[in-house]
Each structure stands twice: as structure tokens, then as C-alpha cells.
């Protein structure tokens, strides 16, 4: 298949071309549900251990929800604590929706359960058990893809979003997770936050395997890495992109702040670390850059692995010059402003870990329809504070 033709150019420093840009937002729209094959519950509940402390019954299981309310017909639903409203009020609900299984946190909810002899299991955590259960109903989907997480105050979904350009643009089928939705180049799917709670994370995820995807570009929120919504994801690259001081109404400090940035380099449940691209021009990006095993640096920095040689914006275009390996490569990108030069950087970074060259590849902007909606959506957040 012919690579996409899209807005920003990297190549050799040379005499200077253009490219135009080009939109690959599918329209497709369908349902937010993974393909889902029957998996037995007893074979969830085994992986629930150490936080297992009973289970009981059997039943096929097609799906994993936390929400009575949208679950599916052969879904398990897990109980979740909260702090205004405990789900385990809504058993009974979710049981007439066509739940087949139960996880709950209560003893006594799980006796009651058991006397009714429905298939229901208790445990310790259930956030642990959330992100458990999940992955292993859905089969694991990241372990056969690359996926990129980008985190940072500022700039995750344009980084996010070149980054999806990019890849399609070489020839592989992306997909990608955040502000803007779901999607890849054939199906679009809506989401009521940036980075979604691991039921829906690992559909989606599973949804993309099935559909041929082999690299995904994942928004996560300071928000999402607190609350473990992604835990379960093996990430093969980790992006930062910058830290401010937002978001403390939520986070304790500036530094408590940091701290859920960090879960994405360094200590998250997967085997190995994922390969980290660090803005280093961030005094928060430089800390972490001696915590990583490995890292591809971006900035202005002469040490970074990606150094910025000079940059200017005008009104809808940024052009700036890279240093990479010894190598200088001119760039442009239909963005404004000059903090879009650093997500350009942060986007190359991240095709460089994944394996592919700096020069040779374009990238483009959001298109409209995708930036309104997710102004729209931003508008909608400000409402609700907890929404993230």
C-alpha cells in the first residue's frame, strides 16, 4: 500500500520542498466493544492471585465491566469502591443486564452471591483486580503490538497525533487512544476520557490486534497512571513531553504530580521498561532521563539524541533543524506556534524507537472536525473536574 502523503517533511539538509497535507481520520463510526471470545471464569480467577481470597462457580464470560449500567449480556461485573458511590449496590442490576460473574470486594456480598450460586469470586484490590481481569479476558492485546505511550501536561495529543500520521505514512496500520477518541484508518470510536479504565483500554486494544493494527499511539493522563488504568498495557515507548503546574487540584504537589508521570517509565507491571523519549529542555524530563535504562533525548540540549539546531512559527507553519547522529535534517509542519516544534520532536522520537529513520517521513496537523471535537470535549472537562 502507498504511504500517506501528509503535512510535516523531515529530510537531509538540502534545497528546501514542501509537502501537502493530506487527512487519514477514517469516518467509520461503530460500537465501542472489542471482539470478544468466551473465556471461562474460573480461568479469571486464577489470575487474581495473591488478592484472590475466595471464588466460587463457573460461567463463560465475554466481556469485563465496572458499570451496570452499559454492560454487555456474558460480562463479569466488578465491583468497584468508591468514594460516593459503591457498585456493589448494583449487583443485582448488572445481573439482569446478563452479567454471567461477579467480583466484589465484601464478604458478605460474595456469601450472598454464593448461596444464589452464581459464579462470583472476593478480593482484596480492586483496582488490581480491574486491569487483571481485563487483560486476560481480552487476551493480552498490547503484547502483539508496539504501543507508545505519551504523557505530559501539554502536547500529548498533537504529539499522539503525529505520531499515528507518521506511522501510517511508512506503512504500518495504526491506531491511536485519547483526547480526540479512538481510531484507526478504517473504524472511529468515541470515549469519555483522554485515557480510558482498563475494560475499555483493553477492548479497544483487542479491537485494533483483531483488526490488523501493529502500533498504537496512547494518550495516558497523570490522572490514568494514578488510578491504574493502563497498567496491563505493555508499552514498548514511553513519551514525555513536558510538566506545569496544573492539574494540583487533583494532585497533592507539583511533585506528587510527577510521581504519576513516572509510573510510565519506570514502574509499571510489564516485564521490561519501555524505551523512554524524554524532553530534556524540562527540568522533570532531565530527572527521569537518570532513572530510565535506556532513552532517546530531545531538546536544545547538545547532549540530546535529538537536538534542536534552531526553529521559528508563523501563522499555521513551524520549520526548525534537527541534529540527529551526527546528521542535520531541515524540517517543517503545518502547526503554528513554537512549542509545536518540541511535540514534532517528541512525535520523531518516538518514530526512532519504534525502529524508523529520521529523514524520509511526513507528518500532519489534526484535522479540523478532530480539534473541535476535542475543544468541545476539553469545554465539557472544565465542567466536570473529574473527568479525565
Not at 57 to 79: H, K, N, Q, Y
Amino acid at each position: 500500500m502507498r504511504p500517506q502523503r501528509t503535512g510535516i517533511t523531515v529530510r537531509r539538509w538540502q534545497a528546501p520542498c514542501s509537502a501537502r497535507s493530506q487527512s487519514i481520520c477514517s469516518e467509520a463510526q461503530a460500537e465501542n466493544k472489542g471482539e470478544k471470545g468466551a473465556v471461562r471464569f474460573k480461568e479469571l480467577a486464577a489470575v487474581l492471585v495473591p488478592d484472590l481470597i475466595a471464588a466460587a462457580g463457573d460461567a463463560e464470560v465475554t466481556g469485563v465491566s465496572i458499570d451496570s449500567r452499559t454492560l454487555s449480556p456474558g460480562d463479569l461485573f466488578l465491583c468497584m469502591p468508591g468514594a460516593k458511590v459503591d457498585s456493589h449496590n448494583f449487583v443485582d442490576e448488572a445481573l439482569s443486564n446478563g452479567a454471567t460473574a461477579v467480583v466484589v470486594t465484601r464478604r458478605e456480598v460474595y456469601d450472598t452471591l454464593q448461596e444464589r450460586d452464581i459464579p462470583v469470586a472476593v478480593v482484596r484490590d480492586a483496582v488490581a483486580a480491574c486491569w487483571k481481569l481485563a487483560r486476560q479476558c481480552y487476551g493480552n492485546p498490547s503484547a502483539g503490538m508496539s504501543v507508545v505511550g505519551i504523557t505530559g501536561t501539554n502536547g500529548k495529543t498533537t504529539t499522539a497525533w503525529l505520531l499515528l500520521q507518521l506511522l501510517n505514512a511508512v506503512g504500518r496500520k495504526a491506531g491511536y487512544v485519547g483526547t480526540l477518541g479512538a481510531q484507526t484508518s478504517d473504524e472511529q470510536f468515541e470515549t469519555d476520557l483522554t485515557t480510558p479504565f482498563p475494560p475499555q483500554v483493553q477492548s479497544l486494544l483487542r479491537r485494533f490486534a483483531d483488526g490488523g493494527v501493529d502500533s498504537v499511539a496512547m494518550e495516558v493522563s497523570s490522572h490514568a497512571l494514578q488510578q491504574h488504568r493502563v497498567d496491563g498495557v505493555e508499552f514498548k515507548v514511553a513519551v514525555f513531553t513536558n510538566l506545569t503546574q496544573d492539574h494540583l487540584d487533583y494532585h497533592r504537589s507539583l511533585d506528587d504530580y510527577f510521581q504519576s508521570k513516572r509510573r510510565l517509565f519506570v514502574d509499571m507491571p510489564q516485564a521490561e521498561q519501555p524505551l523512554a523519549v524524554l524532553n530534556t529542555d524540562d527540568p522533570f524530563g532531565r530527572r527521569l532521563i537518570s532513572e530510565v535504562k535506556d532513552a532517546i533525548s530531545f531538546g536544545t540540549g547538545e547532549d540530546a539524541s535529538l537536538r534542536l539546531i534552531h526553529g521559528s512559527a508563523t501563522v499555521g507553519r513551524c520549520a526548525f533543524a534537527v541534529e540527529h547522529e551526527g546528521k542535520r535534517y531541515d524540517a517543517e509542519a503545518p502547526l503554528g506556534a513554537s512549542f509545536n516544534i518540541a511535540n514534532c520532536l517528541a512525535a520523531i522520537g518516538a518514530a526512532l524507537a519504534l525502529g524508523i529513520p529520521v529523514g524520509g517521513f511526513r507528518l500532519g496537523s489534526p484535522r479540523r472536525e478532530a480539534c473541535a471535537r476535542a475543544l468541545r470535549k476539553r469545554a465539557d472537562r472544565r465542567r466536570i473536574p473529574s473527568a479525565r
